[in-house]
Nanobody, 123 residues
């Protein structure tokens, strides 16, 4: 059974940092595109960042320069380092895996999803 489990969320003050982790099990994801999405209250889920099997990355413009996605294929884990956090980054963050070879930003292109982890940024 394929599982994605996020961790690392929490409450942080504006300007602070958090690192989210997503541990995958049930199959290897070293050849999969991995992505982070988020859903803020009252909004639809949106793409945050993605990383391909080769390490290529894509970011939502709103997080460029502040967030960094990375992966450790040996650990079957993907990370999202979030710096200079803003109150508008408050959301539930989801990890997802896609069978596409290249990064996709639409959630319908992702096959597996984690349960989400809450990130709250206070002003």
């Amino acid at each position: 059974q394929v599982q994605l489990v996020e961790s690392g969320g929490g409450l942080v003050q504006a300007g602070g940092s958090l690192r989210l982790s997503c541990a995958a099990s049930g199959r290897t994801f070293s050849d999969a595109v991995m992505g982070w999405f988020r859903r803020s209250p009252g909004k639809e889920r949106e793409f945050v960042a993605g990383i391909s099997w080769s390490g290529a990355t894509t970011y939502n413009d709103s997080v460029k320069g502040r967030f960094t996605i990375s992966r450790d294929n040996a650990k079957n884990t993907v990370y999202l380092q979030m710096n200079s956090l803003k109150p508008e980054d408050t959301a539930v963050y989801y990890c997802a895996a896609s069978s596409y070879r290249f990064i996709r930003i639409m959630e319908r292109n992702y096959d597996y999803w984690g349960q989400g982890t809450q990130v709250t940024v206070s002003s």
